[in-house]
């Protein structure tokens, strides 16, 4: 059994000769003894190593693909603290958008500014900007400096209660044995931390 590591690059297919092959793309990996290009599985055993890590009884690792924590727990029944595809969401909610919460992805770079965040990015604004402000919007983007500082303390503020949920609910977990929530929400907060950090760096007045 091959175990998952998201850095490492390998996808596989059929080809129209029916023999199957492998795409080596990253020249940490070694298939046989080829680094690159299509490498022909018929009649040959693979293994999959990064460089220096040859040794008789090391792990072998291939990706399963880019899937963030949630979806591997999904389709895999395990997860990882360390996951370089991890994404993470949390709700904001401000007193002008009622009972309905906006949902915000932090993407795998610590990004809040990303495609998943368009819709409820100007939603938030929506609901901050003052009747003067409405006026002159054009309908999606930045509204005003006023307004995209107050959304984004919102979000600042929202964001440093999710972090600090996901360490206490890790720290929970281990506690009680349940390695499997005590990782997937090490793996949140880890996500969730990278995405306070740029705000922090981006706003600092609002910590």
């Not at 899937?67 to 969401?89: K, M, P, Q, R, V």
């Not at 307004?147 to 984004?152: I, R």
């Amino acid at each position: 059994m091959f175990n998952h590591d998201a850095t490492y690059r390998t996808s596989a297919r059929v080809d129209d000769d029916r023999i199957l092959k492998l795409d080596v793309l990253s020249d940490s990996i070694l298939a046989s003894a080829s680094k690159a290009g299509s490498v022909d599985w018929k009649g040959q055993v693979f293994g999959f190593l990064k460089g220096g890590n040859e040794e008789k009884g090391n792990e072998v690792f291939i990706s399963y693909g880019d899937f963030d924590n949630i979806e591997l727990l999904s389709n895999y029944g395990f997860c990882s603290e360390e996951n370089a595809s991890n994404i993470e969401t949390f709700r904001v909610r401000s007193i002008g958008m009622g009972l309905d919460p906006s949902l915000l992805v932090v993407d795998n770079q610590g990004s809040i500014d990303n495609m998943f965040n368009t819709m409820s990015l100007d939603a938030l604004r929506l609901s901050l900007a003052s009747p003067s402000e409405l006026e002159e919007y054009e309908g999606t983007g930045q509204i005003s400096d006023r307004n995209e500082e107050e959304v984004y303390a919102l979000i600042a503020g929202e964001l440093e209660e999710a972090v600090y949920d996901a360490h206490a609910g890790a720290a929970e977990a281990e506690i009680s044995g349940d390695t499997l929530v005590s990782t997937y929400l090490k793996g949140r907060h880890r996500t969730l931390e990278l995405g306070l950090k740029i705000l922090r760096d981006e706003y600092p007045d609002f910590f």
